[in-house]
Every structure is written in C-alpha cells, then in structure tokens.
C-alpha cells in the first residue's frame, strides 16, 4: 500500500484515509472538538496520535447530508508501532512468522524502509480500530456536552460513544484499484479456478479468507461423493436396498474430511501469521451494562454484572423460549405432514399431470415456512442473547450460535429424521431431501446475493447521477467525499455466521442423507461454486469493507461441523441397520440385527474419537517452525540472563576495586 | 531448608550434600578428573557451576566398596540463580504465584536473605538435576580416557554417561529429620485423617503429591457409593433385579468425580506454582540412539531417528505382539471356564463344605494367573517400547502406558465382560468380581509392600550390624558415608505409573460393574486407606527419595480414567437394558426394548461430552488469577515499549541538537 501518495483530489485530506467515523448529525461541537483531540493527542498523554480530518460536503452541498463524517489514518511510524501493539505476526528474513517489532523492523522480509508495501491497507485499517478502540478515558467523569454519557478511568471512549448512538458506525474505506483486481481474479474470469486466498486475505483480512478457504475445501472434499453419486444414481434410481455402501462412505468421508480441514486451516493460519499469534485482552462489548464495580483481573474500575443473574435469566428465560419454539416447529411439521397426506389422497383419486405436481407442492411450502422460521427465529435469538448481557463478544457470540444452531438443525432436519425413522419410508425421505435441498437453494442465493445487489445498484445509479448533474464526469470515478458517502450507507457485512451456517446445513443434508438421495452431493457443490461466485460478488460491490478478523481458525464452527459428523455417524448406522439388505443377514432375529449394529456403531465412534487424537492438528514440518521460534526465544532468555549474572558479577568486582 | 549448617561430621564434605552420584567402580581417573572439573567450572565456559566431593570411604574401609562415589551440593547463589533456570513458581508477596526470578527475589513471600527457608530441599535437588542434565559436551568428541564413548557439541554429557553404563546412578539424599516429621504426620499416627499434601509434595516434589491427592480424592469420593452399597448389599442380597437404580448411580458418579478431580487438582497445582509453569525443552532420552544429524527445531546436532522406522516397528511388531497377548489372555480365560465348569460338576454330583470352596478355587487360581501375566507383559511392553526407540521420554511413556492398559483393561476385565453379556449370569459375575476383587488386592499389596520392606530391613539391620562391629552408635544414627551407601543401595522408585494403574483398574471394578455387587465399592475404599499407608511407608523407608517431578495434572491418567468412563456408562446401560425390572417394561417387543435404550444411552453419551465442556477445568477464582498475571506482564511490556519509544525520540532529539 502506498501511503505518501499525493492526494489527487484537492478536496481530500492531506493523509491517505483508512478509517471513516460517522457521528450523530446532531453531535455537539465540543464533543467533537474533544473527541479528535484526544485521536491526535500524543500516546504518552493516552491519545491515540492518529490523524484525523472531517470530509468536505458532497456535491449536493450541505443539504440533507450528515456533516460529521471524519477520515482517520496514520503516520508510518504510528502504524509500525500500532502492528507491535496489536502482536501482528510477519514473515522474518529466514522464511519463518514471527511477531513484528519495531526495534527488529528491518530483519523482516518486505521491509524495505518507511512507506513501502510492509502493511497491507487491511491490517493497517486493523490497527487503526484496534487503536480507536482501546482509546480510553482519563479523568473525564462525562463526554462533554453529554452529562448523562458517564465516562470512568480505563473506559473505551470509542464504544461509550457506541452504546450511546452518538457514534453511529465507523468503518474502513474500500480501495478502488485494489478492489478491481481482486475482482478480476476472483470471479470475473470465466474459467473455473482456484480462489486467490492470499490476495482475499491480504484485502479482507484472516477471517474472510478462511471462510473462502473452507468454502472451497469443502466443495473438492465433495466432488468424489458427487462423482460416485451421479452413476449409482443414475442406475440405481429404483432400488432403495443399495445404499449401504454409500451409507459406509458417507461416514468414513466426514470424520476425515474435518481432521484434515483442521491441518489444512492450520497452515494457512501460519502462512498468514495468525496460527501462534496471542489473543489480546477482550474489552467489554459496546452494549454491555451492570454495575460500577473493580474488575479482579484488569483492578480496573468498569460495569460488572452478576453472573448468577446471567445464568437465570439463560435458564429461566432463553432456555424454555427455545424449546418452546423448538416446540412449534414440530408442530409446523405435523401439519406439513397431514398437507402431504392430504396431497397424496387427491393424486390417488385423481392421478393427473396437475396432481402429480400438487405432490411437491407441501414440500415446497414447508422449505419456504421453514426458511421463514429460521429467519424469524434468528432475530428473536438475537435480542435474547443481547438480553442475556454477555461482557465478552466472544461469550455473546457462542450463545447466539449455540442457540441458532439448535434451532436450525432441529428446524431443518426433523422432518427428515421423522420420515427416515417413524415412517421408514425412503422414497418420501428422497423426496423431501431434494425439494427441501434445491428449494433452500434458491431462496438463499436469492436472499443473499441478488436482492443486497439490487438495492445497491439501484444507490449507485442514483450517486453517480447526483454528481454527474454537477460535474462532467470523464471515468466515472468518484470524488472522496462521495465515494465516502457512497460507502457509508452500503450494507454493512454482519460477519461470516450466516455463511457458516448455510454451509452447516448444507453439510448436514449431505452428511446424514445424501445415502438415499446421491445427487445431493452434486446439488451441493454446484450451490457451492455459485455460493462462491455470489459471496465474491456481495463482498466486493453490496457490502462495506468489512473490519480484517486475525483469525487462526474456523473457531466455533469447527465444533459445530464435528458435532455433526458424529450424529451423521449415528444415523448413517441406522439407516445401514434398517436397510433390507443388512436385514438380510438376520433373517431369524431382529434383536441379534439390532444388537450387532449397536456395536458396530459404538466400535466405531471410539475409533473415530482415537483417529481424532491421532492425526496432530498441525502438519509436522508447522510444528517444527513453531518449535524452533520458542526454542530461540527460550535460548536467547537464557542468554540475557547469563549476560545478566556476569554483568552484575563483574559490577560486584568493580565496587570491591573501589 | 538449612545449607550453611556446619556439618557435624568430619569426614563429610564442607557444604550440604544434595544429590549423590555414583560412578562405575572401574571408571577410568582422567574421566573422573575430567567430569569433576566440567560439574565445578563456571557457568560461562559452560560448566556446572557446582560443588562436588568424593564420598570418604565408609566403615568397612576399602574392600568391596565402590569407592567412586561423589556428593553434589551448590551455593545458595547457584541454586538461586538455577530455580531462575527452571523456571520455579514461588509465592510472591501478593499472594499469587510467580515465576522466580533473581533480580526480584526480594518480591517473593518467604525469602528473607540468602540461606533461609526458600527453597525446599526437593526444590534443591530437582534444580542440581536439571543443572546436571543441562552440563553439555563442548569441543570433545569422547570422554577422556573411553575413545568409543563418543560426544558432540551439545550433547548432555551425564545421559551420554548414563547410557555407556559409566554413570551408574544419581538420586537425591534423604533427610532424616525431615523423613521422620512427614512419616510421624503422615502414617503414624493412629487417628484417620486428611494427608498432609503440602507436607508430602514438600518433600516429594508435586508428581507424587498429585498421586496421593489423587488417591484420596478417589477415595473420598467412593464413600459415598460405599454407604449405599452396604444396606443394598445386605438387605436385597438375593434380588438381583433391583440394580438399575445402582447402575444410573454410577454412570452419574464416574461423570461427576472425574470432571471435578479436574479442578481439584487445578486448585492444587495452582497453589504449588506448576500449573501455569511452562514446559521446558526436553532432551532425548539416555537410551536413544540414531544417527548424527541436524535437529530441526534447535539446529544442533544430535542423532535422529527416521519417523517412519518406528512407525514400522510399532504397527508391524508391537501391535502384532500386543494382539497375540490378547488373544492369550482370552485362551486362558477359555481354560478358565472350562475349570468353572468342571468345578461346577463336581459340587453337583457332591454338595460338601470342601466342593463348596472347591468352586471358590478356579477364580481365585485365574486371579493369580491374570496378575502373573500382567507382570510378565510389562516386561514386555517395556522392552517393546525401548526398542521403538522414542527420542522423548514422554512420548515413550505414553506408548508404554497405551500398550500396558489396553492389555491389562483386557487381561482384566474380558472375563467379566463374558459373564455378564455373553453368559448373562449375575450370580457368577457377583462371585467372579469378588474373587477378583479381594485375591488381587491381597496379592498387589504382598507385592508392592511386604516384600521390598522385608528385603530393606535386612539391608538396614546388616550395615547397622556392620558399622557397630566398629564403632559404638549411642543414637543409631549412621555417619554420612555409611547413610549414602545404605541409600545407594535401596530399590530405585520407579515412578507413579504401578500406583495409577492399580488405582486404573480398581475404578474399573467400581464404574463398570459395582451395581451388581455393591460391597466393590467398600473394598476398593478398604484397599485405598491401606494403599495410602503403604504407599506412604514404602515411600519413606523402601525406596530411593524420587527426584521431584513438577507436575501440573495427572497427564495421561486422566485420560485413560475418563475412558474408562465413558465405557463404564455403556456398560451400565448394556446391565440397565438386561435387567428383568427394565424388561417389564417392554412385555411384547425386545427391539422396542434395545432401540430405547440405545437412544438413551446416547442422549446421556452426548449430555456427558456437553458437560465436559460446560463445567470449567480450572475453578473461576485461580482464573481470574491467572488472568491477572497475564495482564499485568501485557501492561509492563506495552509500558517497557511506550519508555523505549519515547526514549528514541528523546535520542533522536539529542542527536539533531548536537
């Protein structure tokens, strides 16, 4: 990235803008005036000595437009020291990832004096909201103007200002160039090829681009099922008896598949430098509340909430709210079963073309109301994890994902679960999977990608027509101030959670029933390349750059997808266990049938949980390089200290010579 | 622990002898000569920095005696300055647990000068060990006056003399007073009460502290099932129906107590400064051997071993062998009913007292058998294990643990398995479990106790004989040379791992099938007060003093026990599912019955890996400690950088004024 570049535009500010901070429109002039003096002000008096400009009027002038909107960016020297703070890693001279210094600075390998390509602008837009956001009070009691925004020692001043909406968003800008080539090579090109991991982390951040990375394992890890399903769909429409072996597959691929993710996640993770690096200190989320009290591990003086009440309002309130919506989506299930009945007593009265297809319309509309639940669900689950009052983002996060997960998987698959183990009836089972796969399909991408495009596009036009009755604009390129403005009522990307768990289902479809339906798999990695293509899109031209996230792993969702595996393991074998082929083989007893697949399941499950301790998390030549690191670190210690002792030993005898 | 103490007896050395090292008696002098010169030289030309003295020659003077004896001590300054080495947690006078270091020392609770208290005597020698093992070859490519005993740059010179057999032994001395407090407060005293661990570890060191914390614990915790166990015993004692609510008892139990031991020893470890204390590097172990090449992490050289060579001999020998001694093991469980059988015939062909106990006979002969070849497959597992040829001891040691438990799980516990699902006989499985029970704890104790105490009184009696031949003792206390020699030739200890396994298979005996003899439960708590006693005997009077092992858990244990675990919940719901009352419930259908219970077994399957995860492993409060510690070390290190970057620029300042 290059910083000193002059400013074509001579509306722009005098530095290259990273970060823009929108505040209230109705904001005082003295919290302003405050709140960027303690931006500029120099560390050692707890600024955080960051420059920061407010952006000139758009074209339309001062009418309508929100005049509190400031660029943030950064001296060389303070984006060097903000990535020692902020514990970036970067590749050394020697090949290996080690944690940037500014004292080391020129060992590492880009390094090639001040103003150069070292700092992707996503990682100094990193440092930049790291630094934002561990700006903190001092001895101000109030923000001024705003006596009822109470400040203490040690408080964020960003998510004060935050939780009080006087704050409405800052975010980081997108760069044009950048962002075109990035597109180009991601998914404008027609031929069919892997991502640009590297350049989408290198603009997105940690994050993203192992969501991409995932995304894209998961789909060759499914081209073999889907290759294997094709002909022994194809051939073995009408016998339900041979999925066994498929079942065998199936079960087999998705314990594997996940340990070798982890390894391949793994050297990713250490290639861009986040695998060994240290979670800093969690601040407390913006929207958290309680008490003034001492926090015992910072001693700091900030809002505590008693755990016990947390954990009553989890178990008195959220818990009985999802059963209880667990409860109505079985009974949304029920009724979708009596519309299936009632569809099939019309075919078979009258079995015409237009009844045959009134069969698939139940199905239909039940993908449809769950899709809808799901959606409904989400929000409730949302406000209840708010409400639970989490200190940490981390801790809020892993309850919402726990509660949206259950509801989902419950939501999504009970049905099948009821059809395969109640009814027993497989050819409903295949046909339910298949209206249930393509239509969640189509509603998605829909969802997704299509209708946050729409919009969009409908803004820019209206942008460009704005300023081009102003202006005459040769190359379409907008000027900073609109570009800006343009930016800042984008979509804001919530995260990966809804791309993870799409992927989740997904993987559960193929997972626990593909046996059944083959083409399952195939109809996944076909929503999966155009997942790709549509993500790829909406993250570059629907959504505002998102905040990098120095991520090491999939984190919770590798949980998840495991939890996954084992029930697939579970019910593959009851599904193996009911075919008539293994029936087969215990024509006498039911009991002996039962008890040997019993076994056999739990057989297995012990070896899947020893093959998950046995195959290391990280490939061994990562292990090495992470070894050699502490094993330096460690001789180098001990080093100092022999200096240390020898120093203090001939100190000793200079004082006897005295 | 008192260092400068004048030493009473003339013929000692002139500091506090700490660890004894014994030398082959025919050991060449210029090797001697030069292994004292390289333990005494300074630190910086890579010496020891210790105090070392040949052993005077003891009473009986010259003859038959080993006269390469030596006694290693250090200055309090060394010691210092190698707790600092090994990186020792001490109180620090806040009350929380701090790496020592020596430029602090003052900050530490109990140190109040040099010479004190500060460090234990176990502390002591564990820190001359580690400076011991620590003493590296520098420019010899052999040891003086042995060409074939080959060295290089780096090597640790005493694992190399170790494993030519030139060092024969080194351990650490007793100390009488000390042993004669920690016996009196530990064993002797009549009145049952809690261990003294603070005591023990004390003199132990935290790996042995750990065991008998464990065992107590365990212990502990069975009292409650033995409570229960004794009415149900005595009053259904011929209603063998009534065992499930004994069976979902336990499987809650074997849960409950393994997550909370977790933190019990957390609590423990946090307040003897191992649980937050890093690993150091680890050396090869003495017998490893390979040849000469670069070590990947540290770049030196030393011989390496090629993975898949191992790989090899472990899947292509060991898990052959480990398979054939299964299949033995299951041969003579055969022969073993077979003798049941005939037992069996005869006291029905002739129902007298002596067939009576005639039946009794083929158990109690099996029991025998089955502690015989678990003796006899140690020895094998670990010759099998030495010749896989590990680089770490660790990874040696959790192969040997691997290969030794699934064995003597088997060895032990097929036959129960047999008579419970196979036979279904509950009236023998009560009888077998019994004989099993008593037979090997009778024999374990015999063996782990009795007999190495027999063989030390002799030893003892014959060298007091012996030195009063010479001289008249008033006090019976030995003068140090004849102490060192008598401790020299005392049974080595040889680790926790025979005491953790015994206590493997009781919990065994108790999670798996205790509902159906429920007095299991009060002879494992009978057999754990005993083992305490005399465990804490041998431990004093038997054995070697152990060097101290700073442990942070029970390592690998508890993994195996929490395996055993989750199979003893499986096989409580195997006897629930058995049990006639449960059949009640199912009068028509067995399958209903089966699929029931496997559906809750799962459930329960999957609650008990949830609550793994929920209950914390470490209790809250040494958390927030732990956090703390942390965060303090984060602050002084943004501080240190904040002092040298304004430093920089106070320089730089400098610099354009002058």
């Known amino acids: 990235m290059m910083l000193q570049r002059p400013s074509a535009d001579s509306s722009g500010p005098g530095f290259t803008p990273l970060v823009v901070v929108e505040l209230a429109s109705d904001t005082k002039e003295e919290a302003i005036a405050w709140l960027l003096s303690r931006i500029r002000d120099q560390q050692h008096n707890g600024g955080a000595e960051l420059l920061v400009e407010q952006l000139g009027p758009g074209v339309e002038g001062q009418e309508k437009e929100n005049p509190n909107m400031f660029v943030v960016g950064a001296s060389w020297q303070r984006l060097l020291s903000g990535a020692e703070d902020v514990g970036l890693f970067k590749e050394f001279s020697d090949g290996s990832m080690r944690g940037f210094t500014c004292a080391n600075k020129h060992n590492f390998k880009d390094f090639k004096g001040d103003g150069d390509d070292f700092l992707s602008m996503a990682e100094c837009q990193y440092i930049i909201k790291h630094e934002l956001d561990t700006l903190r009070a001092k001895d101000e009691t109030h923000v001024p103007g705003y006596t009822q925004v109470k400040l203490y020692p040690g408080k964020s001043i960003i998510r004060r200002l935050q939780s009080k909406g006087i704050l409405i968003q800052f975010f980081p800008l997108h760069e044009k160039e950048e962002l075109k080539r990035l597109s180009f090579s991601w998914y404008k090109k027609m031929k069919l090829s892997f991502q640009p991991l590297d350049d989408i982390r290198h603009y997105y951040g940690e994050g993203q681009a192992l969501y991409f990375g995932f995304l894209e394992y998961f789909t060759i890890a499914l081209v073999p099922m889907a290759l294997i399903g094709v002909p022994y769909y194809l051939f073995d429409w009408e016998d339900y ?357 019993v076994a056999i399941e739990h057989g297995l499950l012990a070896f899947k949980f020893i093959l998950t301790f046995l195959i290391p998390d990280v490939p061994k030549h990562i292990q090495i390089k992470l070894a050699h690191l502490e094993f330096e670190s460690l001789e180098a210690l001990k080093k100092k200290r022999l200096v240390a002792s020898w120093l203090s030993d001939h100190q000793r005898g200079c004082e006897l010579q005295c």
């Open 241 to 597: 008896d041979k999925y066994v072996v498929f079942a065998v597959f199936n079960l087999i691929w998705c314990t594997v598949i996940l340990e070798l993710w982890k390894r391949c996640s793994a050297s990713l993770a250490y290639s861009w430098g986040t695998l060994s690096r240290k979670k800093a200190f969690e601040e407390p989320r913006p929207g958290f509340h309680g008490v003034l009290g001492f926090n015992p591990v910072t001693g700091r003086e900030e809002p505590l909430y008693p755990n016990a009440k947390r954990q009553l309002r989890i178990y008195l309130v959220s818990l009985p709210f999802v059963l209880l919506c667990l409860y109505l989506s079985l009974y949304v299930m029920m009724i979708y079963f009596q519309m299936e009945g009632w569809a099939l007593s019309v075919y078979d009265e009258e079995p015409t073309f237009w009844t045959g297809i009134l069969l698939f319309i139940p199905s239909i509309i039940y993908a449809v109301v769950i899709e809808i639940m799901n959606l409904i669900y989400r929000y409730a689950a949302e406000f209840l994890t708010e409400w639970e009052n989490h200190r940490l983002e981390s801790s809020y996060q892993n309850h919402l994902v726990l509660k949206v997960l259950v509801f989902n998987f419950f939501n999504c698959f009970a049905s099948l679960f009821y059809i395969a183990f109640v009814m027993q009836d497989m050819v409903l089972l295949r046909q339910s999977l298949a209206t249930l796969l393509i239509t969640s399909q189509i509603l998605n991408q829909f969802m997704e990608a299509f209708l946050p495009y729409w919009l969009q596009r409908r803004r820019n036009k209206k942008m460009i027509h704005k300023v081009r009755k102003r202006r005459t604009l040769e190359d379409k390129e907008l000027p900073l101030a609109e570009q800006v403005r343009l930016e800042a009522e984008m979509s804001t990307y919530l995260g990966t959670f809804d791309d993870y768990l799409e992927l989740f289902l997904l993987f559960g479809y193929v997972s626990l029933f593909s046996c059944v339906y083959p083409l399952a798999a195939v109809l996944v990695v076909l929503n999966n390349v155009t997942e790709v293509y549509s993500d790829a899109f909406k993250m570059c031209h629907v959504f505002k750059r998102p905040f990098s996230d120095p991520a090491a792993n999939i984190g919770v969702w590798q949980l998840a997808f495991e939890a996954m595996s084992v029930i697939a393991v579970v019910t593959n074998f009851a599904l193996i266990g009911m075919s008539p082929q293994v029936k087969a083989y215990f024509p006498e007893s039911e009991t002996q049938l039962i008890l040997w697949t």
